[in-house]
Nanobody
Framework: VQLVESGGGLVQAGDSLRLSCAPSGCTDCAMGWFRQAPGKGREFVGALSRNGANIAYGDSVKGRFTVSRNNAGNTVYLEMNSLIPEDTAVYYC????????????????????WGQGTQVTVSS
């Protein structure tokens, strides 16, 4: 399983950005997004159950970020709106295989596969 992320970059506070993750070879995966700022641990951002019916968000991004999947099920998105400098971090896509269709997972240790990470920098 490979996770290919894209979409990071440098934006200004208040801007929007969309990250994409293409999980090749993972047709039965629950997906998650995490981020890690310098000197900090990996923070839960959002998660999507395998069937797409259940979604969860971290408290710091709730109401601003949206996790979704395309109709083909082969790309997962993280739509980020109203970005603030505190959102600056490396963002990671993660996948957990062979799971029940309704579950999502908040803890990074629950995931089997990780993307390479993409940098998001929000300037004030």
């Amino acid at each position: 399983v490979q996770l290919v992320e894209s979409g990071g970059g440098l934006v200004q506070a208040g801007d929007s950005l969309r990250l994409s993750c293409a999980p090749s070879g993972c047709t039965d995966c629950a997906m998650g997004w995490f981020r890690q700022a310098p000197g900090k641990g990996r923070e839960f951002v959002g998660a999507l159950s395998r069937n797409g019916a259940n979604i969860a968000y971290g408290d710091s991004v709730k109401g601003r970020f949206t996790v979704s999947r395309n109709n083909a099920g082969n790309t997962v998105y993280l739509e980020m709106n109203s970005l603030i400098p505190e959102d600056t971090a490396v963002y990671y896509c993660a996948a957990k295989s062979a799971v029940s269709s309704n579950y999502y997972y908040r803890r990074p240790e629950s995931y089997d596969y990780w993307g390479q990470g993409t940098q998001v920098t929000v300037s004030s």
